[in-house]
């Protein structure tokens, strides 16, 4: 398997020749069969230039079908077991694309809606104007535990709110459209900024971003600035050509730290770290009494081997004795216990957590809860 690599050729074909489970991530944006019938003009008569290139036409709802099983059926043997798929569309598609992806196994996380800040207008005024197209995010099953999603770095672009599922976004227009001759080389040429929020957010710095319609090379020239693999698979000739020009152009991050590259730490990204550690540090000792919800009437007594023992006895876990005083089925304990400092105020243990955590990245001793107050 090539990296930074165009294969030429049909995308089923090149997919089977490719290693099982060995991409992270997956975008796909494949023909949207949109059974136009004929020319489109404007009202002053003026040819709209539609998309009308034979890789769009088919014969009937069911060869579409067949082409769809057959395509997202290859993408899934390549996937990793912890990776993603996205999937483009309009209305023409993307309900036909949904069913079959979800009759395949897929687990559909999110469907996100990119409003067209600038859409084509509906010339013929007979309904409203097409201002947005669907793109599927899915897991590879129902059941995987683990896949990315880098919701701080989406956060932090979206101005420290919460990223919504609706993408306000420009069509590709002005210097980034590819052009040949006066003519576009693409039709549906996808803006780079909807590609960098699909791969910032769905992948790590590192990872193999693989796109099986590379057309002219729009994830690949994201995943080049954002310091991914790309993998492209195209037939057209005129296309690969474009994207190879486009993507020799750009030169790679000079520097390629995660952070730089948009993988924030999380929490859950964060190592692991028992209750224990916080005893073994002196930041906590045994016999302390912890409250649940800063509430005093709640308690729990800190035992030496880092479970905790409740006013009836009963003992456990944090996070299983939060669960029991709290009555709730399971229970985050670093979020809900609490422990006083020296001045007497109360603060969650997930402080300390943290931390140990940079104390032992950093290798400085960690504080004592009174450097806290």
């Not at 947005?132 to 683990?146: A, F, I, M, V």
Request: hydrophobic share 40%; proline share 6%.
């Amino acid at each position: 398997m090539h990296l930074n690599h165009i294969y030429a050729g049909d995308c089923v074909e090149v997919l089977a020749t490719l290693p099982e489970r060995s991409v992270d991530l997956i975008f796909a944006d494949p023909p949207y069969n949109l059974q136009l019938r004929g020319e489109l003009r404007r009202p002053d008569m003026t040819l709209v230039d539609a998309v009308d290139d034979a890789w769009d036409q088919f014969s009937d709802f069911a060869a579409y079908d067949a082409f769809t099983r057959a395509w997202l059926g290859a993408c899934r043997r390549v996937l990793k077991d912890t990776g993603t798929l996205w999937v483009i569309g309009s209305y023409h598609n993307i309900y036909r694309v949904g069913a079959i992806v979800q009759d395949m196994g897929f687990w559909i996380l999110n469907d996100v809606v990119w409003v067209k800040t600038n859409p084509m207008p509906n010339f013929r005024g007979m309904r409203f104007t097409n201002a947005h197209e669907t793109l599927l995010w899915c897991k590879k099953s129902r059941d995987q535990k683990r896949y990315t999603f880098n919701y701080h770095a989406m956060k932090a672009a979206n101005d420290e709110k919460q990223m919504r599922s609706d993408w306000e976004l420009p069509l590709c227009t002005g210097a980034e459209r590819l052009t040949l001759n006066g003519e576009k080389v693409h039709a549906t040429q996808k803006p780079e900024a909807l590609l960098y929020r699909v791969i910032l957010a769905s992948s790590n710095p590192g990872d193999i971003v693989l796109d099986p319609f590379f057309g002219t090379g729009t994830t690949g020239a994201v995943a080049r600035k954002l310091g991914r693999h790309y993998i492209g698979i195209e037939r057209d000739p005129a296309y690969i050509a474009a994207a190879q020009a486009r993507l020799a152009a750009i030169s790679p991050p000079v520097r390629t730290d995660s952070e730089i590259l948009g993988m924030a730490p999380s929490r859950r990204s964060a190592p692991r770290l028992p209750f224990a550690a916080l005893l073994e540090c002196g930041l906590i000792m045994p016999g302390q009494t912890l409250y649940y919800n800063r509430r005093y009437d709640r308690t729990a007594t800190v035992l030496a081997d880092g479970t905790l023992r409740l006013p009836d006895g009963e003992r456990g876990s944090i996070h299983r004795m939060a669960a029991r005083i709290g009555n709730l089925p399971a229970c985050n304990g670093w979020e809900h216990w609490y422990l006083e400092d020296e001045r007497g105020d109360l603060m969650v243990i997930d402080v300390l957590r943290e931390q140990v955590r940079r104390s032992r990245a950093g290798n400085a001793p960690p504080e004592t809860a009174a450097d806290h107050g």
